[in-house]
């Protein structure tokens, strides 16, 4: 099992930023992905960023070149920046874990996606 708590969330004005952080109760290190996904009112989850175990980051259309993430291994937290926010950020933010590869999926049966609570932002003037 993988526990992941969100924290961070909050209400800011259009154009300000926040810092949404996920401590993770296994070594993000070790994690084959983690990856903020994001969920408003009546809409579908939808991914926002990706970090891979190697470094490599994907980020939707939407949150390039505004949107951060990132990772401290020491204290096994993954962080998304968001700066530049716009009202249609608002959101309940998800963070999430995927301890296999597609790969080692397809042999090693069982649980290995993982999700936090949620942690509320809200962009409004």
């Known amino acids: 099992q993988v526990q992941l708590v969100e924290s961070g969330g909050g209400l800011v004005q259009p154009g300000g930023s926040l810092r949404l952080s996920c401590v993770s109760s296994r070594r993000i290190l070790s994690m084959y992905s983690m990856a903020w996904y994001r969920q408003a009112p009546g809409m579908q989850r939808e991914l926002v960023a990706t970090l891979f175990s190697d470094g490599k980051t994907n980020y939707a259309d939407s949150a390039k070149d505004r949107f951060t993430i990132s990772r401290s291994n020491t204290k096994n937290t993954l962080y998304l920046q968001m700066s530049s926010l716009k009202p249609e950020d608002t959101a309940v933010y998800y963070c999430?874990?995927?301890?296999?590869?597609?790969?080692?999926?397809?042999?090693?049966?069982?649980?290995?996606?993982?999700w936090g609570q949620g942690t509320q932002v809200t962009v409004s003037s």
């Open positions: 999430n874990a995927e301890t296999l590869s597609p790969s080692e999926r397809e042999v090693i049966p069982g649980e290995y996606q993982y």
